[in-house]
């Protein structure tokens, strides 16, 4: 019998710089100081009182807008009551689907293998994190830093059906959220986090009658996107197995949690329905209703996302496909690569500069763009000394890579280095005769038709030159003075 996994996610990801916190006037910044950002809202204190954030709505309308959802006519808040030592006045504003959120039925394409597919959105609404909290074996330790920070929680129709569509698509709105400005969407910042639904049908029927699907499988805060592909490959075979012997009647609704050491999925409860939650509108936040010029200036104010950027880099620069994607995989690295280009470097030597040097040695080094010494302006200038034959193209990524060890300039380097490279005719003519005075029997293999005895004569001229010959007038002079003979 052969399976089709039937998938969703619930992407929670915190807006960033807002200033304030959605509710609260603690600041929205990431620390390592624990309990240092709160206010006694944050704490669920008596006699304190929610005030909304404009900013936060306004980037969660933005978000909303984005992914084609329709924006509600008023805004609402709810609260939803539960008890958790993370949520100390136990209940979190948030907001439903009745009355609409910040946004509802939308969609979103995503690349996944070459293969363009589209996402079906549910809702996106706007809401107020929860404390964190470290446990260890005898106690457990909670800091509130993170309790009331804006968090946007985007939720998909089962739409997906293999971890890598899923992944895909996370890996796409996590692209949104920062070309957008919405957040840095920042993992090792704990900015971004997910709930997977996953369930199994027999391949065989109608996908479309829900009533085909099997039993639903949360799997609650999973931390990356490595977590996420894992967590659904590993929920998948145990479904699967269960199948196959005959158990999967057993199988409940039920939320589980991903064990990252042992690479399995963990039984926390029964699968709570939103009944449980006793939504009910929130009696301290008032609706108001949204300007229409107000949701006209955010949809304008939207800015250049990564396919766009993509469409102009393969149209309008003649990247390829593959190059242009590296680059727009992450908003600093296309940032650095436009700067590059607005400081007059060649667009498509930039990308290759970018994509096989700089890429490279920021995998090697474990350090993002913006914690290289070498700015969009050295590399401009180290491009145009290749260019203008001043080192050559070898060099050239010596120095470069000399540049970010050792957080030098490129002139610098070169001239500490005496890599500039000889240009001068009479100066190569002069070295070409020494090594023909030395390699006689090479204009001989020459002659007789074995001309790429011009390659070592070439190399032994680089050898006595240290390499500052220029190679392309060497090869040239090479080739002009054995033929004389």
């Known amino acids: ?13 915190e807006i960033s710089e807002t200033n304030s916190k959605v509710f609260s006037s603690a600041p929205n910044a990431y620390t390592d100081c624990p309990n240092s950002n709160i206010r006694p809202l944050d704490m669920g204190f008596p ?43 136990n209940y979190q504003i948030t907001q439903e689907t009745k009355p609409a959120p910040v946004g509802i039925y939308g969609e979103l394409k995503y690349e996944c293998d070459g293969e363009i597919k589209v996402a079906r959105i549910n809702n996106i609404h706007l809401e107020e994190d929860a404390a964190s909290q470290d ?38 709105m996590r692209s949104i959220y920062q070309y957008s400005g919405i957040s840095e969407a920042d993992s090792k910042k704990g900015q971004i986090r997910c709930d997977v639904n996953v369930s199994i ?85 008032p609706k108001y209703k949204l300007n229409k010029n107000w949701l006209d200036e955010i949809r304008n104010s939207i800015p250049r996302l990564a396919p766009e950027r993509k469409e102009t880099y393969m149209n309008e620069y003649g990247l390829s496909n ?30 290759n500069w970018i994509t096989s040097v700089i890429l490279g040695y920021l995998n090697k080094e474990f350090k993002t763009i913006n914690e290289i010494y070498v700015t969009p302006l050295m590399l401009t200038e180290l491009i145009d000394m290749v260019g203008k034959g001043t080192i050559s193209s070898k060099q050239g990524k ?66 006595k030159t240290r390499g500052q010959a220029n190679p392309a007038m060497t090869r040239s002079m090479m080739i002009e003075e054995i033929e004389k003979r």
Not at 1 to 13: D, N, P, R, T
Not at 135 to 154: C, K, M, Q, W
Not at 253 to 266: A, K, L, M
């Open 322 to 351: 593959y190059d242009a994607t590296i680059l727009v995989k992450e908003k600093d690295v296309s940032d650095y690569y436009e700067e590059t280009i607005k400081c007059g470097a060649d667009a498509k030597l930039a990308s």
């Open 47 to 89: 006699g304190t009182l929610p005030v909304v954030n404009k900013e936060a709505v306004r980037k969660a309308l933005m978000a909303s807008m984005i992914l084609g959802c329709k924006q509600p006519e008023y805004m609402y808040f709810e609260r939803k009551n539960y008890y958790y030592p993370d949520m100390p006045k």
């Open 398 to 463: 010596e120095v470069l890579f000399k540049c970010l060890d050792e957080e030098k300039d490129p002139k610098t380097i070169v001239e500490e280095s005496g890599m500039k490279q000889i240009g001068s005719s009479d100066e190569i003519l002069k070295v070409i005769l020494e090594v023909l005075e030395e390699q006689p029997q090479g204009i001989e293999q020459y002659k007789a038709g074995k001309t790429n005895i011009v390659d070592f004569l070439v190399g032994q001229v680089m050898k």
């Open 1 to 13: 019998m052969k399976y089709k996994a039937i998938i969703g996610l619930e992407m929670h990801c």
């Open 135 to 172: 446990h260890y074996s005898d106690f457990s330790t909670i800091d509130y830093n993170r309790a009331g920070v804006p968090l946007l929680e985007l939720v998909t129709e089962p739409t997906f059906h293999s971890a890598k569509e899923a992944v895909s698509f996370l890996e796409t």
């Open 201 to 285: 049908m027999d391949e065989d029927l109608d996908e479309s009658d829900p009533k085909n699907w099997g039993t639903k499988v949360e799997i609650k805060n999973v931390n990356s996107f490595g977590g996420v592909r894992d967590a659904i490959n590993y929920e998948i075979a145990r479904q699967i197995e269960a199948k196959e012997d005959g158990t999967y009647d057993q199988i409940e609704q039920q939320t589980r949690r991903w064990d990252e050491e042992s690479g399995t999925t963990v039984y926390m409860r029964s699968k709570v329905d939103a009944i449980d939650y006793k939504y009910f509108i929130e009696p301290n936040i």
